[in-house]
């Protein structure tokens, strides 16, 4: 196979491997495949009269940072979740340049021989 030949075979590939990777990021973003918090129901201010009974007020109180605690902890894990998919990506791309040096260099040997 001729130089040129090999050149464009590579950039179709390249080409290719960068439509793929396009296409996989479309698709992971599909909103069905983020889980939802399951944290409850919202809390509801149960009104002004209710709210006087201190044991009333507690309760709201703890019903109020439960609900708090547990999306804090839903967002915390779509964040790690978010970070991990960005260094999986990145790898892949890490990947895909090493792997396209190599050929380029591979190239260049056999050119010179």
């Not at 396009?22 to 201010?45: I, S, T």
């Not at 439960?66 to 964040?79: A, F, H, L, M, P």
């Not at 978010?82 to 260099?105: F, P, Q, V």
Request: hydrophobic share 35%; with cysteine.
């Amino acid at each position: 196979m001729n130089r040129n030949a090999t050149r464009k075979e590579t950039m179709k590939f390249a080409l290719t491997v960068a439509l793929v990777g396009f296409a996989g990021a479309a698709l992971a973003q599909k909103p069905g495949d983020v889980p939802p918090h399951n944290c409850g129901a919202k809390p509801e201010y149960p009104g002004r009269l209710v709210m006087t009974s201190d044991m009333r007020r507690r309760s709201f109180d703890r019903e109020v940072q439960k609900y708090t605690d547990c999306i804090k902890q839903y967002v915390e894990d779509r964040k790690k979740s978010a970070n991990d998919n960005m260094a999986a990506g990145n790898a892949a791309i890490e990947e895909y340049n090493a792997a396209i040096k190599k050929l380029k260099a591979d190239e260049e040997a056999a050119r010179d021989q």
